[in-house]
């Protein structure tokens, strides 16, 4: 016979094994799919649902105007708002808590200037520290009782009772002005800074404000009224260049009480009277 007649056979049967071959391999990736996606889904559930990743304890630390309960709510708001990929995890997971490095603000807690959250894999502990703000200045209504607090930044962050005394510089509004606590008392930040330079050389001479008033339409200027009326005008732009020698050289040559204002509105120009 002749051997060609075996051509078709042997075709057939390397066929036949290639087929059970791509068969095989087929069958191999999908048990590997399979068992890759079980195994994702294990992994997922752990992360997700396991009891190693549960937080077992939240520490607060330096908030003494803030309730905990109220302050660690409102970082798991924020922190909701911030990552959707952080409220599938949910907040009772140490994994929420572990890749917050920068600092937030909470514009809902005006009274908190940032918060910085740590964690502790092992104890599956929780830390906030806060930074709270400091009361700098007061700004007062005339017409009312109210009163709000404002920090080193010009921000106003609290109502506060109304206060008397010169231990704080207290700011006098204009008559029908709305202050907005969670928002900045001073259109710039230059304003806030130069006030508060001028009133420390004052005070560093004894003259210490009964209040401060920002005069109202577009002047741009403030005067500090002392306890005798004795009144203090400036510019909000500068603060007036050797402030402290001109009030020496006046009280050289003649008594502060004699004297009704002195306007240093006009920069290097001093007038008083």
């Keep these: 016979m002749n051997k060609d007649s075996y051509a078709?056979?042997?075709d057939g049967y390397v066929f036949s094994k290639k087929r059970k071959k791509r068969i095989?391999?087929?069958?191999?990736?999908?048990?590997?799919?399979?068992?890759?996606?079980?195994?994702?889904?294990?992994?997922?559930?752990?992360?997700?649902?396991?009891?190693?990743?549960k937080v077992t304890s939240i520490h607060v630390e330096g908030s003494r105007l803030l309730e905990d309960t109220s302050l660690i709510a409102a970082t798991i708001s924020e922190l909701h708002?911030?990552?959707?990929?952080?409220?599938i995890v949910g907040h009772d997971n140490i994994l929420f808590w572990m890749f917050r490095k920068a600092p937030i603000f909470i514009t809902r807690i005006p009274e908190a200037k940032e918060i910085s959250i740590?964690?502790?894999?092992?104890?599956?502990?929780?830390?906030i520290k806060v930074t709270e703000r400091t009361v700098r200045a007061v700004v007062c209504a005339n017409d009312s009782s109210e009163c709000y607090a404002i920090d080193?930044?010009?921000?106003?962050?609290?109502?506060?009772?109304?206060?008397?005394?010169?231990?704080?510089?207290?700011?006098?509004?204009?008559?029908?002005?709305?202050?907005?606590?969670g928002k900045k008392y001073f259109r710039k930040d230059e304003w806030f800074r130069n006030i508060l330079h001028a009133v420390?050389?004052?005070?560093?001479?004894?003259?210490?404000?009964?209040?401060?008033?920002?005069?109202?339409?577009?002047?741009e200027?403030?005067?500090?009224?002392?306890?005798?009326?004795?009144?203090?005008?400036?510019?909000?732009?500068?603060?007036p260049k050797d402030l402290e020698k001109i009030i020496?050289?006046?009280?050289?040559?003649?008594?502060?009480?004699?004297?009704?204002?002195?306007?240093?509105?006009?920069?290097?120009?001093?007038?008083?009277?």
């Design 152 to 181: 080193d930044d010009g921000y106003v962050f609290s109502g506060v009772p109304w206060i008397e005394g010169t231990l704080i510089p207290r700011f006098e509004s204009a008559p029908g002005e709305k202050v907005s606590v």
């Design 248 to 273: 020496d050289d006046v009280t050289l040559r003649t008594s502060l009480g004699g004297i009704s204002y002195f306007d240093f509105r006009i920069e290097n120009k001093v007038y008083y009277k």
């Design 200 to 219: 420390s050389i004052l005070e560093e001479k004894g003259l210490i404000p009964s209040f401060i008033r920002i005069r109202g339409g577009n002047t």
């Design 221 to 239: 200027e403030w005067e500090a009224v002392m306890p005798s009326g004795m009144t203090f005008y400036f510019s909000l732009a500068f603060v």
């Design 24 to 53: 095989s391999a087929f069958r191999a990736a999908l048990i590997f799919v399979f068992v890759f996606i079980a195994v994702c889904i294990g992994i997922l559930y752990f992360v997700l649902f396991g009891s190693f990743w």
């Design 8 to 10: 078709p056979q042997r």
């Design 118 to 127: 740590t964690s502790d894999l092992s104890q599956k502990t929780v830390y």
């Design 81 to 87: 708002t911030k990552s959707r990929i952080l409220g």
